[in-house]
């Protein structure tokens, strides 16, 4: 986006990574709602279509804000005019430098990943995000315990019940065949990669599309389909090595095959996970998918940043941190303006997309001196991905997020078909979560979006025998 705003500007790109992320089958779907996928390409592509823009590949050592400089770890400095942090977050691992807790954000440690699962008869999974929920639906032939701290698994992008429709499929004996994903993959080349020790998440990879797992061969050394079994209210107290558990003489369990079946566990395993719940289970290895935390650390030294409560760099509504001619947008930052009240950040792949191409708007508006109005993509949250193979909408405060109890859902749920949930507030439409192929999502973005007052309507707004479409054409 700067590359066209300022053709004869120099634009430099600095990652620490060989590849660099590209948004490719880019659709627009509704005003709000838009589909792509992430694509890794050699940078050099980049560089072909923009002949002003220049990539530097290496890490950031040191910004220095007060003279507008860049030292980058292969010992360069670089001055900038104008500058956009978008470092992203790193993995929120559970605990720092343990062999046997993988982190799981980037292309990288999704290959170690699947290195280790492939001698792997059972992992624990700590987490309930979007990484957690795909990663334990595609895993085959591999004992999975699942630990997470709500009452229902997927809890950052459902409730309880759209838990319910999909937990059916956690546990179905074979898979629908995927729809063929065409996205071409570039891998870094094996002699690059110097077999990276396990534990090795701090090194820079490039952040997960939202379809990560497409072409990774997820499969443990058993031979049946899917095990999971999923703890919930616990969090991870303590891990154990092998030795450390054989010291405190305590016992932990098998693979639970009922409520009532819980039995002491004969194998000696690798590592012991300790739950909040007083169990113990054994397994390979741990995978903590427990979210992200800004990458801030190599910025902070001597600049005067504003950080949020999360972590990230500030920003105003014009992505401008509290640094003159530094901007901040994506993972790394902190959303601090008054956000509308059907949207709130997400560190999610659309709005790292959508904050950097407004974040290039405000750069370019800032240096001709004119005004900019705030994007319209910051009017209403939107997110469009797929769970379990099913297509999931989530619109506005889809959770009834801040609302307290002053909110009312109505649902709707076709098992094994489609889950429709809406959340109400004074009798209009704050939120909805969409499960399958409901084609509701543009009509209830625009009921969303102008806070039409539906409380004539009642229960008739979910009725399936009425096309809600055509009502509010």
């Given at each position: ?14 990652t ?20 792509f ?5 050699p ?109 229902a ?45 396990r ?5 820079l ?29 616990c ?15 305590r016992?932990s ?32 290895f741990?995978v903590?998918?427990?979210g ?53 950040q ?12 407004y ?28 769970f ?35 959340v ?49 054409d």
């Amino acid at each position: 986006k700067l590359a066209a705003e300022f053709p004869s500007e120099d634009i430099f790109l600095m990652t620490a990574s060989p590849v660099i992320k590209a948004v490719t089958n880019f659709k627009q779907v509704s005003k709000t709602l838009e589909e792509f996928d992430v694509e890794e390409q050699p940078s050099s592509l980049l560089e072909k279509r923009y002949p002003n823009i220049r990539v530097i590949q290496s890490g950031v050592k040191q910004l220095k804000s007060d003279e507008h400089k860049i030292y980058t770890e292969d010992g360069k400095e670089y001055i900038y005019e104008k500058l956009c942090l978008c470092a992203g977050a790193k993995p929120k691992l559970i605990v720092e430098g343990n062999p046997y807790v993988l982190g799981i954000r980037d292309t990288d440690s999704a290959q170690a990943f699947q290195k280790n699962l492939a001698q792997a008869e059972r992992i624990v999974v700590v987490g309930n995000g979007g990484i957690a929920l795909e990663l334990v639906y595609e895993i085959q032939g591999c004992e999975v315990i699942w630990a997470i701290k709500d009452k229902a698994i997927g809890n950052t992008f459902f409730d309880a019940g759209a838990a319910e429709f999909l937990l059916p499929k956690l546990t179905a004996e074979s898979r629908e065949t995927p729809i063929e994903c065409k996205r071409t993959k570039y891998t870094l080349e094996a002699n690059e990669e110097k077999e990276r020790p396990r534990g090795a998440s701090d090194k820079l990879g490039s952040a997960l599309g939202p379809d990560w797992h497409e072409g990774l061969h997820l499969k443990g050394t058993k031979e049946f389909f899917h095990k999971v079994h999923v703890e919930i209210l616990c969090e991870v107290k303590k891990i154990h090595l092998q030795q450390e558990f054989i010291q405190l003489q305590r016992t932990s369990l098998t693979f639970p095959k009922g409520e009532k079946n819980i039995e002491a566990d004969e194998v000696l395993w690798p590592v012991y996970v300790e739950l909040t719940n007083g169990k113990i289970y054994g397994c390979n290895f741990i995978v903590s998918a427990t979210g992200v935390v800004p990458n801030v650390e190599p910025f902070l030294d001597g600049n005067n940043f504003a950080v949020g409560e999360d972590g990230g760099l500030k920003v105003d509504k014009h992505m401008h941190t509290s640094l003159p001619d530094v901007y901040a947008a994506g993972d790394i930052c902190t959303a601090a303006w008054e956000p509308s009240p059907v949207w709130h950040q997400m560190r999610l792949w659309t709005q790292a997309r959508q904050m950097g191409w407004y974040a290039a708007k405000c750069m370019a508006a800032d240096a001709l001196g004119e005004s900019i109005d705030m994007d319209f993509s910051f009017e209403l949250f939107a997110h469009i991905t797929k769970f379990f193979n099913y297509k999931v909408v989530v619109l506005g405060k889809y959770n009834a997020q801040g609302l307290g109890s002053d909110h009312e859902l109505m649902l709707r749920c076709t098992k094994g078909h489609e889950y429709v949930k809406v959340v109400m507030q004074n009798g209009r439409m704050v939120g909805a979560v969409l499960i399958g192929e409901t084609d509701l999502e543009e009509t209830f973005e625009n009921l969303i979006l102008n806070q039409m007052d539906l409380s004539a309507y009642g229960e008739d707004l979910l009725n399936p025998d009425i096309d809600i479409e055509d009502y509010f054409d």
